[in-house]
């Protein structure tokens, strides 16, 4: 019922004139995050996105992009307020490190500049509190965005699950990673701020731990966790020598318990949960992967995740917002993104285990 009146109201987003008449006018807070990589490459491919303003001190780092996806060189500032003021985007997306956000919603909020930060919202408590606060004085929406926001199998399998055919959920368990950041080939300007502490909080805790936590909020209806407990390994102290690489987060409500599994030392990429109901288990797995096992039956079966367009981005989404054409979804909401930080703040404070390197 939730996704099919979302997406309802999203049909009726996207048939409205107003959205189709000019481009939505997005400014780039920091080029540091290998994701901004995927919003230049939208604005190039569609005629809907316009990049008119960025904010990255790093000359080098900014002309590099500039020449891959053809920026014009005049929208780069050193200073984020001139940026707002003088290119008047229409929304923010923070493309920086996660220290990062606090300073970039100080700046953008007051202009009343809706926000959309790559997850998590921030990897400290007292940060997602002025955040917060901010929000609410000015009433400017401050989202978080996630991979896994735009799967179909998520959002499917949280209509499974809360139809209550297979009764409630009792463990939820969650993958999430990769081999690595610089195993994988990302920029040392990204990998620099992910191995640093004081810029991502931990490393892998942080950096994929934030999917299990936005997910089982997101199962549990916004219900926080009565207790967070987490295991912290550092695997590759060679390569990640300041943060872990590999953490497991357990989370337990009254009547189920989390299991995220966070690692930069899977053998191949992974983002996927399984939930244990009373009589099945769901697997969702990338994009619209979805399988439903039933008590007493050997193999599970198939689900069709009905597809989210014409509502599937966060860029649609984030300029429906904007233009005041589109409730909040509750994975990008500043309440639920609150949450993710409580349980990151406390799961990366556990103590760091070494071990040594498998290779």
């Known amino acids: 019922m939730l996704r099919t009146l979302f997406l309802s109201l999203m049909v009726l987003v996207l048939r409205t004139p107003s959205l189709a008449d000019e481009p939505f006018r997005i400014g780039i807070a920091g080029m540091t995050h290998g994701h901004v990589a995927g919003l230049l490459s939208r604005a190039r491919e569609r005629d809907d996105l316009e990049i008119v303003g960025v904010w990255e001190p790093d000359t080098e780092l ?11 060189p005049s929208i780069r500032f050193d200073d984020l307020g001139e940026m707002l003021d003088h290119c008047q985007p229409e929304a923010v997306s923070g493309m920086g490190t996660i220290r990062s956000h606090l300073s970039v919603v100080q700046a953008c909020a007051p202009r009343h500049l809706p926000v959309l930060l790559e997850k998590p919202l921030a990897f400290a408590i007292s940060d997602a509190d002025q ?16 991979e896994t926001s735009w799967y179909a199998s998520v959002r499917e399998a949280k209509e499974i699950i809360h139809s209550g055919t297979y009764g409630d959920p009792f463990r939820m368990v969650f993958r999430h990673g990769h081999r690595g950041p610089r195993e994988i ?26 999917y299990g936590a936005v997910l089982a909020t997101f199962i549990m209806d916004g219900q926080k966790p009565t207790s967070v407990q987490a295991v912290r390994r550092q695997i590759k102290k060679d390569q990640y020598p300041q943060v ?23 053998p191949h990429d992974l983002k996927e949960m399984d939930v244990h109901m009373a009589t099945a288990t769901l697997y969702a797995g990338k994009w619209d992967q979805l399988t439903l096992r039933k008590s007493g039956e050997a193999a599970p079966q198939s ?15 984030l300029r429906a917002v904007t233009r005041d054409q589109a409730p909040i979804d509750p994975l990008s909401s500043l309440d ?8 990151l703040d406390q799961a990366r404070k556990a103590p760091l285990s070494e071990e040594p390197h498998p290779h």
């Not at 606060?133 to 978080?144: F, M, V």
């Not at 009547?255 to 995220?260: E, G, P, R, Y």
């Not at 639920?336 to 349980?343: D, F, G, K, M, Q």
């Open 62 to 72: 900014f002309n590099r992009y500039a020449r891959h996806y053809g920026l014009d």
């Open 131 to 146: 955040i917060l606060t901010l929000s609410r004085q000015t009433g400017t929406p401050i989202l978080t965005n996630y």
């Open 185 to 210: 080939g990302c920029g040392e300007e990204f990998v620099g701020w992910l191995s640093d502490p004081e810029e991502n909080g931990g490393g892998a805790v942080v950096d994929f731990g934030c």
């Open 244 to 266: 872990d690489d590999d953490a497991t987060i357990l989370l337990t409500y009254p009547k189920a318990t989390a299991v995220i599994q966070a690692s930069w030392n899977w």
């Open 303 to 317: 689900i069709n995740a009905p597809p989210l367009q014409p509502y599937g981005d966060e860029w649609t989404y």
């Open 336 to 343: 639920w993104n609150h949450t993710v930080v409580e349980i």
